[in-house]
């Protein structure tokens, strides 16, 4: 079974930066993408980023453009999430997950993802 594991989050000052971590154990399969989700208390879960495995392309939900960056580390089996200007509406608990049929699109859809971690809480306050 795959298993996810997300890290990295924590309490910030708006304006601040973190850099969340995603690992990807277990016995791993193919897989088309790598996307970013958050979900904030009363809200619906919604795609924040993925990146393709294949050639790396990646896309942005744009409420989160210019300020987040997604990356790779294909040795460490290894996607981080770098999360700079945080505003206090990023606060969420932020989910990774993994696509191994459908892509990574612009936005990424929870729907296509089959694998998940249990999620890193961002909180931004004062």
């Known amino acids: 079974q795959v298993q996810l594991v997300e890290s990295g989050g924590g309490l910030v000052q708006p304006g601040g930066s973190l850099r969340l971590s995603c690992v990807v154990s277990g016995i791993t399969r193919d897989y088309l993408a790598i996307g970013w989700f958050r979900q904030a208390p009363g809200k619906e879960r919604e795609g924040v980023s993925c990146?393709?495995?294949?050639?790396?392309?990646?896309h942005y939900a744009d409420s989160v453009k210019g300020r987040f960056t997604i990356s790779r580390d294909n040795a460490k089996n290894t996607v981080y999430l770098q999360i700079d200007s945080l505003k206090p509406e990023d606060t969420a608990v932020y989910y990774c997950?993994?696509?191994?049929?459908?892509?990574?699109?612009?936005?990424?859809?929870?729907?296509?993802?089959?694998?998940w971690g249990r999620g890193t809480q961002v909180t931004v306050s004062t």
């Open positions: 990146i393709s495995k294949s050639d790396g392309s990646t």
């Open positions: 997950a993994t696509d191994r049929y459908y892509g990574c699109y612009d936005p990424p859809s929870e729907y296509e993802y089959d694998y």
